[in-house]
């Protein structure tokens, strides 16, 4: 991996996919359309937050949010777990996806064929509207970038920002997209700066509901948390001790997930 473009202001970021909606449910396209948390999604922050600050209680923490409701609502479940102010940056909403949004995989896939299949080869996709996927990396490393000083930067977003956003941070070209499986209606992944630039600790984590591993046991084909960082490799980044399951697939009903 080729490092990214950023000497940043923080060293380590958590990259946070707000909670489920009800459109995430039904596989509805959201883009920069604002449909709230379901009871679901609030139960998925609930559960997370406390982890998250658990995490990060003894760090200097910034905790920066989508304008989107869906994702301000997720932050502030953890904000006041950390004591922290929520800030909002437009530039970390989802992509714009124009003529797609409010609708379903199946309504898209039914009027616009020749996109829903650019779409899911990866390609642009002509005639949609919205944004294009470059944009959206380039308004996101701006956040970053704009980030004021901090240990840890929380970063609640979506599911394609994201993904563009991760993909840009570690310097991945189109040859490489999609490479990593989207986040997860509130899973996180952690980056943290080195020498050499971003580099990716862990990915898709989640924290189960109750009862979601029984008996203790670990989902089949779980191996376990991903390993910490070494000392060498990041001084000022602290082990962050347990870590939750890695996470599932995201839904193929998931729409935004898997831009």
Not at 38 to 67: I, K, N
Not at 136 to 149: M, S
Not at 231 to 248: F, I, L, M, N, Q
Request: negative net charge; charged residues 20%; hydrophobic residues 40%.
């Amino acid at each position: 991996m080729t490092a990214g473009p950023l000497a940043p202001p923080v060293r380590r970021l958590l990259v946070w996919r707000h909670g489920r909606t009800e459109w995430n449910a039904h596989g509805r396209f959201q883009g920069q359309l604002d449909p709230p948390l379901d009871d679901e999604g609030r139960a998925q922050a609930a559960r997370t937050a406390p982890h998250l600050a658990a995490v990060l209680h003894d760090q200097d923490v910034v905790l920066v949010s989508s304008d989107l409701q869906r994702a301000v609502d997720t932050a502030g479940a953890l904000a006041p777990l950390l004591g922290v102010p929520v800030h909002v940056d437009e530039r970390l909403r989802e992509h714009g996806l124009g003529s797609w949004e409010g609708l379903t995989r199946d309504e898209v896939a039914e009027r616009h064929p020749g996109q829903y299949e650019d779409w899911l080869a990866g390609r642009p996709v002509p005639g949609r509207g919205g944004e294009a996927q470059a944009e959206v990396a380039a308004r996101a490393l701006a956040a970053v970038a704009d980030l004021p000083p901090a240990t840890t930067a929380v970063l609640v977003t979506h599911g394609g920002t994201a993904g563009r956003l991760v993909e840009a941070l570690l310097g991945l070209g189109l040859e490489h997209k999609r490479i990593f499986g989207p986040l997860g209606n509130c899973h996180w992944s952690e980056l943290a700066f080195q020498a050499s630039g971003w580099r990716l600790m862990r990915h898709n984590l989640y924290v189960p509901a109750a009862g979601q591993l029984e008996g203790g046991r670990r989902p089949a084909g779980d191996r376990g948390s991903f390993p910490g960082p070494s000392a060498t490799d990041v001084p000022d980044a602290p082990r962050s001790g347990a870590t939750p399951e890695e996470a599932p697939p995201a839904p193929v009903e998931d729409a935004d997930a898997a831009g």
